[in-house]
Every structure is written in structure tokens, then in C-alpha cells.
């Protein structure tokens, strides 16, 4: 059976189950989740100011804690788990602080953390004064973080031993990226963005073609499609994923769309300002909307399981 799992703000809550409102498990700020690739495990990034990471075991429709660790930063707003499920690392929006944990074969935290730290700063005086990290993806035997306050996807080996970063235009603010098919795709929170990296050839376009400003979040690719939630004009962009070409632009159901997830046909999209998570069909690859919305609090990640 489906699950939709959603992370919220507000009194901090995880929802679970097959239509959403079937259970509750309040944690603090859970503004991100990852499951583990093989094992009943949950993990939730603590976004506070001293943040934590919380690991849970899944046993049918409950969560029950499994271990905690501090995130060793300040406001962790991602977490991903290893494709061996060997690591999780997050990244810490405040300082800029990624850090990495070994996990044990129950999937809880073990020995001391890697704390990756980096310095800079960017154009923006206001969202570039020093390091943002905003997200941890592994890939291809590497950590790459996207650094908001620097304009730079960082790499590392999975010791911690750093590599040499990609680096994105001043003033792109970097926040969610995929890989596919040997490309990098980057969304810029604070030019409005999407940037494809293909070599040495790299395609800038708007994320969204609505007026006023845009402040994208989330985006995934998905078949020969990128999508990007548009924080501002509040829709879902659909664009082709060979040349960043524009296919169709829809409205997210709600205000401020922080995050989506995709499943087969179905996209789930987390209006964090309007506390509701919409549903869309996708019909040869453009979201329709359903009518359905599930009401959540703040939602701010959707997880699929």
C-alpha cells in the first residue's frame, strides 16, 4: 500500500498513511525526510536552531524513535540517505554546515559525525552573507551539497575529504538539483532559474514565465521532464529536460509550494503558506488537478513510500 508521508512546520508534525490524515507523529520542525533504501527506517531533519536528526522505525502505520543526533548545525533542512544505506547526511541551511553519520545495521546513528564546513559569501547581502547549505544528493560515489550563500554545488568523498566545486553564476543561490542522464540540473532560489549543466555547456531559463519575482524550490526530474515548484507565482513548471524548453506551467493548488513528490502519474505538491498538500494527475507529463487537498500544517516535504 501507498504511504504519503509529509513533513510540516508548526507544531512539527510527520503525517503518515494512504490518504494522509490517517496518523500524526509530532517531532520538532520535521522539515525534511529520507527513508532508508532497504531497512524500516525514517529520518526527519529537526529544523531549529540547534537542529537534530531523528531516525525512526517504520512498524506498519506507527513511527517509533530509534535514535536522535544533533545535526552539528544550525536549521538542517535536508536529509538523504546513501544508496547503500551506509550514510546520511544533511545540510544546515544556517551555517552552512553539512555533516555526514555512518549508520549501523539498524539504521541508527553510529560513532562520531563528519562535519563538512565552508566559508564565502555571495552578491545577495541578504541571503549571501556567508555559507547556506540547502541540500545533500549522492551521486555517482560522491556528496554533493548546493551551497545558497556561495553559488556552488560542493563535493565530497564520502571520508569528507573535499573535492573542487561546481561552480554556479553569482547570485544564482543554489537550492535543489538532480542529476540525469550525465546532466546537472539546478534550481536558483534567488535568480528564478534553472540551470543545465551538460559538460561545458551549460542553459539558463526561467523557472517560471509568470510576472514578479520567484524564489524556486524543489525540482526533480522525471522521463524527459523537469519540474520545478515556483514559490511566488505559486505553480508547478513543467520543461523538457534536453534543452530546458518550456511545456507548460500550472498552478500549485495553494501559496508557496516548498515541496512536490512524484509518483508514476501522481504528484503531490506541499503548499507550505496554505497548509495543504494537492494532488495532480500527470497526463503525458503536465499536472492536472484532481481536486484533491489534504489539509497539513504547514507541509514543507512529501515522501512517498
Same mark, same amino acid.
Given at each position: 500500500?501507498?504511504?504519503?508521508?509529509?513533513?510540516?512546520?508548526?507544531?512539527?508534525?510527520?503525517?503518515?498513511?494512504?490518504?494522509?490524515?490517517?496518523?500524526?507523529?509530532?517531532?520538532?520542525?520535521?522539515?525534511?525526510?529520507?527513508?532508508?533504501?532497504?531497512?524500516?527506517?525514517?529520518?526527519?531533519?529537526?529544523?531549529?536552531?540547534?537542529?537534530?536528526?531523528?531516525?525512526?522505525?517504520?512498524?506498519?502505520?506507527?513511527?517509533?524513535?530509534?535514535?536522535?543526533?544533533?545535526?552539528?548545525?544550525?536549521?538542517?533542512?535536508?536529509?538523504?540517505?546513501?544508496?547503500?544505506?551506509?550514510?546520511?547526511?544533511?545540510?544546515?541551511?544556517?551555517?552552512?554546515?553539512?555533516?555526514?553519520?555512518?549508520?549501523?545495521?539498524?539504521?541508527?546513528?553510529?560513532?562520531?559525525?563528519?562535519?563538512?564546513?565552508?566559508?564565502?559569501?555571495?552578491?545577495?547581502?541578504?541571503?549571501?552573507?556567508?555559507?547556506?547549505?540547502?541540500?545533500?544528493?549522492?551521486?555517482?560515489?560522491?556528496?554533493?551539497?548546493?551551497?545558497?550563500?556561495?553559488?556552488?554545488?560542493?563535493?565530497?568523498?564520502?571520508?569528507?575529504?573535499?573535492?573542487?566545486?561546481?561552480?554556479?553564476?553569482?547570485?544564482?543561490?543554489?537550492?535543489?538539483?538532480?542529476?540525469?542522464?550525465?546532466?546537472?540540473?539546478?534550481?536558483?532560489?534567488?535568480?528564478?532559474?534553472?540551470?543545465?549543466?551538460?559538460?561545458?555547456?551549460?542553459?539558463?531559463?526561467? #523557472?517560471?514565465?509568470?510576472? =514578479?519575482?520567484?524564489?524556486?524550490? @524543489?525540482?526533480? *526530474? &522525471? +522521463?524527459?521532464?523537469? !519540474? /520545478? $515548484? %515556483?514559490?511566488?507565482?505559486?505553480?508547478?513548471?513543467?520543461?523538457?529536460?534536453?534543452?530546458?524548453?518550456?511545456? #507548460?506551467?500550472?498552478?500549485? =493548488?495553494?501559496?508557496?509550494?516548498? @515541496?512536490?513528490? *512524484? &509518483? +508514476?502519474?501522481?504528484? !503531490? /505538491? $506541499? %503548499?507550505?503558506?496554505?497548509?495543504?498538500?494537492?494532488?495532480?494527475?500527470?497526463?503525458?507529463?503536465?499536472?492536472?488537478p484532481t481536486g484533491e487537498a489534504y489539509a497539513v500544517e504547514s507541509p514543507a516535504c512529501v515522501l512517498i513510500l
Amino acid at each position: 500500500m501507498k504511504h504519503v508521508r509529509i513533513g510540516g512546520y508548526g507544531p512539527g508534525i510527520i503525517t503518515e498513511g494512504a490518504t494522509i490524515e490517517d496518523g500524526l507523529t509530532r517531532v520538532a520542525a520535521p522539515s525534511f525526510l529520507a527513508a532508508h533504501p532497504t531497512l524500516p527506517v525514517l529520518y526527519a531533519a529537526g529544523e531549529l536552531e540547534r537542529g537534530w536528526l531523528t531516525a525512526f522505525q517504520v512498524r506498519q502505520e506507527d513511527l517509533s524513535p530509534l535514535d536522535e543526533r544533533p545535526s552539528e548545525g544550525d536549521s538542517p533542512c535536508h536529509v538523504a540517505v546513501s544508496p547503500d544505506g551506509g550514510l546520511l547526511a544533511a545540510a544546515n541551511y544556517g551555517d552552512g554546515t553539512a555533516t555526514l553519520y555512518r549508520l549501523d545495521e539498524r539504521g541508527a546513528f553510529a560513532g562520531e559525525p563528519i562535519v563538512l564546513r565552508n566559508e564565502g559569501s555571495g552578491p545577495d547581502p541578504e541571503r549571501q552573507e556567508g555559507p547556506h547549505a540547502h541540500q545533500c544528493v549522492f551521486h555517482d560515489g560522491l556528496l554533493h551539497v548546493s551551497d545558497l550563500g556561495t553559488d556552488e554545488i560542493r563535493r565530497y568523498h564520502h571520508d569528507g575529504t573535499r573535492l573542487e566545486s561546481i561552480p554556479m553564476s553569482p547570485g544564482t543561490g543554489p537550492r535543489h538539483f538532480a542529476f540525469s542522464d550525465g546532466r546537472l540540473y539546478v534550481a536558483g532560489e534567488l535568480d528564478g532559474t534553472v540551470t543545465l549543466i551538460d559538460g561545458d555547456r551549460r542553459t539558463v531559463a526561467p #523557472a517560471s514565465r509568470r510576472e =514578479g519575482k520567484n524564489a524556486p524550490s @524543489h525540482l526533480q *526530474i &522525471d +522521463g524527459e521532464f523537469v !519540474y /520545478v $515548484a %515556483n514559490r511566488g507565482p505559486d505553480t508547478v513548471s513543467v520543461l523538457r529536460a534536453a534543452d530546458l524548453s518550456p511545456v #507548460a506551467e500550472v498552478p500549485s =493548488g495553494g501559496q508557496w509550494p516548498r @515541496h512536490f513528490a *512524484i &509518483d +508514476g502519474a501522481d504528484l !503531490y /505538491v $506541499a %503548499n507550505q503558506n496554505s497548509g495543504a498538500v494537492t494532488r495532480f494527475t500527470l497526463r503525458d507529463g503536465v499536472p492536472e488537478p484532481t481536486g484533491e487537498a489534504y489539509a497539513v500544517e504547514s507541509p514543507a516535504c512529501v515522501l512517498i513510500l
